[in-house]
């Protein structure tokens, strides 16, 4: 697989040869498997110790549960659409302009806000884990989406390096 090259910022016409490069890129896989493997690592939670967990809970805690792991799960599937949308893509199956067209279907939505923080401290560690993987994946897929149609903000470019700090910063629960 090719490479992503460094570029100018992406005019309309840079915007699709942008999309053309990454879809075929090694990096893209990696996002595409990230995706795919949350998306597994998730219905194998929520199908297993997710419900033990939620069982667990006091009532009222036990629907902003139910409540999360929708709104996880809605997440999800609106990531794995996108990511194989544009697989589709990479795999000649649907053509840059098809696939805007699908995505104009099943947009990615806005970063949904967070529970209560005295409901969060309540939650099982596992699902906040897993809320907080798919947020972060949610944020560099939009990102990725608004450099690809040519609408990310002006002077705004993917920077590999922060994404990775950012991840490491959430995952170990520090800040520098």
Partial sequence: M????????????????????????????????????LVEQTASYLDGDGRKDAAALPREISLSYATESMRLTTRLMQIASWLLTQRAVAEGELSPEQA????????????????????????????????????????RVRHLESQMNGTAPAGETANPVQDQLASLQARLGISW
């Fill in 100 to 139: 805007r067209a699908e995505q104009n279907r099943v947009r990615i939505s806005d970063p949904m806000g967070t529970p209560a923080e005295h409901i969060v401290a309540q939650l099982p560690e596992r699902l906040l884990d897993l809320m907080a993987h798919a947020g972060r994946l949610q944020a």
């Fill in 2 to 37: 090719n490479d992503v090259q460094l570029m100018d910022p992406p005019t309309e016409e840079g915007a699709l040869s942008f999309a053309r490069r990454f879809v075929r890129s090694e990096a893209f896989m990696l996002l595409f498997r990230e995706g795919m493997g």
